[in-house]
């Protein structure tokens, strides 16, 4: 009977990992949201050693995300645009000429 | 890890294509993009590196500019860096300006333009190697004088070919000159160039041999042709044992595997018909992935590919778009974010967005085991005309059918939009460089990296998703078909094929495309899994032979070529154009296309072989 057992319990690890890493990569944005707000219910003074410990661990790396919407993407972008280059890219203003055509 | 203190902030500017990214890796050890054409870099680069005193640099590589008024996206950041105008973010402490050796026309007017900011200032002569061997003489010291600044000759690509540049920043920067903002720069350039430097020829001999053939409106047509051929003839042709290896190793390992968990049953199918099954189906197309890449970066490297967006120039006019929209389209191949990305180097923004919506359409190196699959299991790999791979010819094909469609839409934007300027190509054409092995290895490792981590993270994921889905709740008793129909995956599959059955998609290819809207592969992987846990023993490619009719599998071919899923590529949309509505109309009309197309070759095939 203990085999029926450790099998439920392994799949069950295997498809909720994978649940959770697909999630990620679906939605990165939400997925922080709901990252940084249980590591912050984790991370309460009243919770014990333990649990605050695996709260600072949740907490998202900011410095690890890089753009391209999906982490994993396509990424010959590795980390593409942060927010704050996109927003300044928004407001260009339009100036037409460009170099001749060169050859060298 | 104590992080180091940062004694100073440099900022590598220059125009395009003049090295600064590949000095950039050179110094701080990174490994960004660099390719042989203009607008490779197109955001702002952090990295780091150590002087031979020990001091801390951080180094901020900067998308190529001719101008610091700035005129396309890309302009804009370098602009802003230097002006330090970059949200969050002060001026560098000293700019190391890049200029190519072998242009010095060019680029001496940007590096005056630059010098005109009034802050200290290197000038990294780069490509010195190449102005040698074209016997172009520099007298450094004048050129020094001349300016005012520090010169120093690099060779981004060899290695210690910037180890000057490190020990002149280490050393004390001389402070910024203070110049006459008025001047003529060109008229400066010119006295400078004749002062300091001496050049037999504008240009090298063997590129303007090159370019008679290469540019020639009817022979260069004919030479694009062939190579674009070849490529696709080379992923058929030459993936074949590598993938045949990858199978059996792959297969090997799953029965090997799955009878240690005989005692596990469910265990046991998750790991077999998921894992191994789903997973391995889309392993084997890594070869085939890799082969298309070598001949992306070889080209991408030449210096061909200016040359190609310069011809077609033409007729990428009479659809609407230019020339620019070349590369980013290009990009697109290997997958369509970066190009998205790439076209911040469009100045118009019309011609820019364009290229954004249409960039889906270029084949993506996902939907690659798409096609191979359909194509393996209902083309005969059979030559054609004694040379030909059969296999290749289909595969050209489709990736054609991407790139005619591309331009109709465009052509149909151009239609609708009210304003129809249009601008002339204006774009420099490096030299030609044979590109470097070592290169292609370290870029085609990267691929593979890539490729193996997107299999071993979201299509693993999607794939176990899919099992579970696929496997519970079981049958009931007494149940008369096989488990799978009674489960989840069944169930939302039969929705789902209410939707799918008019293009001829079973049950099977219809819970597939979900999955697939998070990754293309999955399709395949998901395929290979339900298929497995219906019963099938034998691979994906037999499978579908066996099983799928001729007009579906061309239906699904046809969905592929237009394949309006990639929530990735929606998102980049989404960032880059700051609107939901180009999110709605990009995914919306892809859907149609999709649609229509796979509707129509599934009824004419099915007429055809009826
Ligand atoms: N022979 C030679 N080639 C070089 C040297 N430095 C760079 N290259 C080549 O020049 C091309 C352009 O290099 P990049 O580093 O991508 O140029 P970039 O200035 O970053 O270009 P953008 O990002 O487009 O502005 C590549 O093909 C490099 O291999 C050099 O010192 N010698
Ligand atoms: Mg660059």
Redesign the pocket.
Known sequence: MSTQWLQTLLVAVIVSTSAVLAMRHVAPGPFRLCQSSIARLLGQSRRSAVLRAFGRWLQPLEARQGGCGSGLGCSSCGGCGTSSATKAVESIPLKVPSPPLQRH | MIESVVSLRLALV?N???????LFNQLTGGRQK???Y????VERKEGRFSGPSGRTFQLIDL??AYSLEAASPDEVITRDVCLGHFPGETAPDAIVC?ADATNLRLHLRFVLEVRRLGRPMVLAL??M??ARKRGIDIDVAKLEAALGIPVVE????RRG?AAALAARLDGELPPAVLVDASSDLHAEVRAMLADAVSMPRRTAEIDDALDRFVLHPLLGLGVLAVIMFLIFQAVFSWAEPLMEGIEAAVGMIGTWVGSGLASMPMLQSLVVDGIFAGVGGVLVFLPQILILFLFILALE?SGYLPRAAFLLDRLMLKAGLTGRSFIPLLSSFACAIPGIMATRSIQDPRDRLTTILIAPLMTCSARLPVYALLIAAFIPNQKVAGMFNLQGIVLFTLYVAGIVSALAVAWVIKLIRRDKSEHALLMELPSY?IPHPRDIAIGLWERANIFLKRVGGIILSLTIILWFLSTFPGAPEGATEPAINYSFAGMLGRWLHVLFEPIGFNWQISIALVPGLAAREVAVSSLATVYALSGHEEGLQAIVAAQWSMATAFSLLAWYVFAPMCLSTLATVRRETNSWRQVWIMAGYLFALAYIASFLTYQITRAFSA
């Open positions: 220059g395009p294509n003049c090295g600064k990214t590949a660099v390719a042989n203009a607008g490779v870099t998308p190529g890049v780069n490509m190697d190449a690099t060779v981004a690509v070919g490297e460089r």
